[in-house]
């Protein structure tokens, strides 16, 4: 049995020197009964002082999954995510279902159940809950939201399998990838390949095919009011540069649809904003660049004549069983190789300069207009309504700041006014499961520790954060960050949909709609109980710009800070 100190090398060893060897830097774990042998193994290294992955405990899966995320969407990079069995599988939830839609690299395990029951091998059952946790099909849980899913069966060839999943999950169209081990197989003798082998690594993006190219330069050049429609371009940050080169070559105007990132500088004169439907009354051309809803077609539609192609890496979203647009080219490419390619072809191009530049006055002007109409909204108007919070956070933190955005029905309110202009700078879940923002900012400041970090939240999204486990994770871990809760006292966004679809029924009338959070929790309360953070309540809009100020200085301090702000 294995119960003794060893040097014997084992699978867990070879997992852990392959993790090390393929860059994998952080493990988000919240562990079980099924991983003593990979526990004893990063004590064996740490004693022998040799190299393995920092380990973060969340408390919660949600938080650990979240984090993973964050750290992703700020370098690029995959995370582990080690996770109790079932159970602890289960309780990922809708984290999950964010980090598929946001097309992250992440490594995703869990424990199983151990196989044996009587002691015949090392490893095998020895608690009464790893009876309750054998599953007929564990990996069935998450088969919706992963890319790939392997069961690791031998110490054997564990490396091998572990080199795939990285793989897969570095390649397009990335997505976490779910990896399973029984107990019995990290108690196993391992086998060592040494430094990873020739032939695991990702697969180079691919770009435009050249007909697609000559399509594309044609429309473009000839296009009299071109708009590009952009949500996700920026999570490679070169790809902003290349998106403005193109932009200011033939003046084409760009609107942001729920972005997760910086896609184009908020500043820019191009820059229309995030309402698409004024921009497409007028568009004669429509290029869709990484985008998954670039308009809801029972609310707006393209205008008769004109062009719409889409770019991305999955053009006609394989994974959402009913969508559709009227497009006259799909086209699978990366953003920034396709973008790229774009203005490399356009620089053969004859291009007149004079309708270029009258159509970026005319723009310039519809963007001078927008940010007007915009700042009359900023003012406070006797109450902290959600721009004035969104205006009074902007003059407070620096223009690198990562601002994560789980704001939901004040996101209109976060996109006009805290216009981003640095790539980089603003992250979003892309999903639809609440409680992302608060392991998302822990992974954010892993990733860019020298970066403040600003989470912007909904009161009912901060409750899905588990905040008691994020602050103490924070804490333990030293990375602080400010979270700023949009408390409107419940839900808004059930209220909003059942008066879009029953404006003149009960509901409405009665004003019945089950939602509300009153009395409101002490939200800053529960981080500074959890990990010591700074907290502070604010309604009062002549005090708001102040305790901004003393949240973010206790962050600069080392400590969290959570300004509760009643709208």
Not at 520 to 527: D, F, L, N, R, V
Request: glycine fraction near 8%; aromatic fraction near 8%.
């Amino acid at each position: 049995m294995s119960g003794e100190m060893t040097d014997r090398y084992t699978a867990a060893d070879a997992f852990t020197d392959a993790l090390v060897r393929s860059g994998v830097e952080y493990i988000f774990s919240n562990s079980g009964t099924d991983y003593p042998n990979l526990i004893e193994t990063w004590a064996k290294y740490k004693k022998l002082g040799k190299k393995i992955p920092e380990i973060i405990i969340c408390p919660h899966e949600m938080v650990a999954m979240s984090a993973a995320q964050g750290y992703a969407q700020i370098t690029g990079k995959p995370a582990g995510v080690f996770v109790h069995v079932d159970v602890g599988t289960q309780n990922v939830g809708c984290a999950l279902s964010n980090a598929f839609r946001a097309r992250v690299p992440m490594l995703f395990m869990a424990g199983m159940s151990p196989y044996t029951t009587d002691g015949e091998l090392p490893g095998s059952r020895d608690n009464y809950i790893q009876f309750l946790q054998n599953t007929n099909d564990q990996k069935n849980i998450v088969r919706e939201y992963v890319k790939h899913i392997a069961e690791i069966r031998s110490g054997a060839n564990i490396q091998k399998i572990l080199y795939r999943a990285l793989q897969l999950t570095m390649s397009e169209v990335q997505a976490p990838v779910y990896i399973t081990v029984p107990r019995e197989v990290f108690a196993e003798d391992g086998v060592d390949y040494g430094p990873v082998p020739d032939g695991w690594q990702k697969v180079e993006p691919v770009g435009i095919d050249p007909e697609s190219l000559d399509v594309l330069a044609e429309a473009l050049t000839t296009a009299k009011s071109p708009l590009i429609l952009v949500s996700y371009a920026g999570r490679q940050k070169e790809a902003v540069a290349e998106l403005v080169k193109l932009c200011e070559k033939l003046a084409i105007a760009v609107v942001e649809t729920m972005p997760a990132y910086v896609n184009f500088p908020g500043d820019h004169p191009l820059h229309l904003g995030f309402d698409q439907a004024a921009a497409m009354k007028e568009s004669d051309l429509v290029i869709a660049i990484d985008n998954d809803v670039p308009w809801l077609p029972a609310k707006m539609s393209v205008t008769d004549g004109c062009r719409l192609f889409f770019i991305d890496r999955d053009p006609v979203k394989e994974d959402i069983p009913l969508w559709h647009y009227p497009v006259e080219r799909y086209i699978r490419a990366d953003s920034l190789v396709a973008l790229r390619q774009l203005n490399a072809a356009l620089d053969s191009v004859q291009i007149d300069e004079a309708s270029v530049k009258e159509r970026f006055a005319r723009i310039s002007e519809r963007h001078r207009a927008i940010r007007e109409a915009v700042s009359e909204k900023e003012k406070p108007q006797g109450k902290i309504t959600a721009e004035y919070l969104c205006a009074c956070v902007r003059e407070v933190i620096s223009e690198d700041a990562i601002l994560v955005n789980e704001t939901i029905t004040n996101n209109k309110a976060f996109e006009t006014t805290l216009r981003r202009n640095l790539p980089g700078t603003r992250i979003h879940s892309c999903g639809s499961g609440l409680g992302y923002s608060g392991g998302a900012a822990i992974g954010a400041k892993l990733a860019a520790p020298d970066k403040d970090v600003i989470v912007l939240t909904g009161d009912g999204s901060y409750v899905f954060s588990c905040p008691t486990a994020v602050y103490w994770s924070a804490a333990k871990y030293g990375t602080p960050f400010m979270t700023i809760v949009f408390n409107n006292g419940g839900w808004i966004a059930p209220t909003d949909a059942v008066k879009s679809q029953h404006p003149d029924g009960y509901s409405v009338n009665e004003g019945m709609y089950w939602n509300s959070f009153e009395p409101s929790p002490e939200y800053e309360k529960i981080a500074e109980a959890a990990g010591g953070a700074f907290g502070a309540k604010v309604s009062d809009p002549s005090q708001l710009k102040c305790v901004l100020e003393e949240g973010l200085a206790a962050v600069h301090s080392g400590r969290c800070a959570v300004i509760n702000v009643v709208l």
